[in-house]
């Protein structure tokens, strides 16, 4: 919930300047630096990604790590400076940096930021972002094979329940955005069985979660619910559909129609409430 709670914090805390009023009233206020932290890698991260190797990026990047480092031996225990610096990894596509190439503990599994994965996990060993940051680096790395063998490794022993067996869709959905023949790869979710398979194991995964009395965030669900539309399975998508209301994810409706991601999503709405009389 730290992670979770500082992230929404931070993205909200860079556009604006209450960081400085904060830290001018209590310089020494608890989660100062980790906010700053996230605010720091959010800005590097943004920046790089428009202009790689870029001036801007450089600096940016190097404050960034700064920041990690110093919010690391301030606060023991803070799963945020490690996850800070494995989302720097994206900007590292060559994996220069010998920290983003450390040997796998499955020799199946290429190098990468293997030590700051498991720093980043020490604290919640199953922690939703640590995980969406790996498959993203390997994703920016233009890596789908490491990123389908990385989630392979993984997903039989996550827990029950878990938000984390949403992560297979994002998968899905990016193959989908780079692909030049749309068409054909909208096919994974009805003719592709691994994929239909998966994504009714999520939904499974989704409701054990409802009955422990926990809910997935909202991006995970949007996911979930546009999964089983694509699949066919819209009775189930309705189910998913309903126990979001009122809340939606732009996530992942732009990815698949950036030009018409409302439109998109009304259409799933409606073709899923359908079947439901």
């Known amino acids: 919930m730290w992670a979770s709670r500082t992230q929404v914090l931070g993205a909200v805390a860079g556009h604006n300047d209450v960081l400085r009023h904060w830290g001018a009233e209590e310089p020494a ?77 499955d020799q199946m599994l290429p190098p990468g930021p293997w030590g700051l994965f498991d720093q980043a996990r020490r604290t919640d060993p199953w922690g939703r972002e640590a995980f969406h940051r790996m498959l993203r680096f390997w994703l920016a790395c233009g890596e789908s094979g490491p990123a389908t063998d990385f989630l392979a490794a993984y997903k039989a022993i996550w827990p029950e329940g878990s938000a984390l067996h949403a992560l297979p869709l994002y998968l899905y959905v990016d193959r989908y955005r780079r692909a030049e023949r749309k068409e054909a790869v909208q096919l994974q979710w009805t003719n592709d069985e691994t994929v ?16 422990q009395g926990s809910r997935w965030p909202v991006a995970d669900e949007s996911h979930l619910a546009h999964a089983l539309w694509a699949s066919r399975q819209r009775r189930e998508a309705a189910e998913v559909f309903s126990a979001m209301a009122p809340f939606i994810s732009l996530q992942p409706w732009q990815s698949l129609a950036a030009d018409r991601p409302g439109e998109l999503l009304r259409q799933a709405m409606v073709q899923s409430y359908a079947v439901t009389g």
């Open 196 to 211: 239909r398979d998966t994504v009714l194991r999520a939904f499974g995964h989704w409701r054990a979660a409802l009955g």
């Open 29 to 105: 206020a608890f989660g100062l630096t980790t906010l700053h932290t996230r605010v720091a890698v959010d800005q590097a991260l943004l920046v790089g990604q428009r202009q790689p190797a870029s001036r801007d990026t450089v600096a940016l990047e190097g404050r960034a790590r700064q920041w990690c480092w110093l919010a690391a031996s301030v606060l023991g225990g803070d799963p945020v400076p490690w996850l800070g610096l494995l989302t720097l990894a994206q900007l590292d596509l060559g994996q220069a940096r010998l920290e983003h190439r450390v040997p796998a503990p």
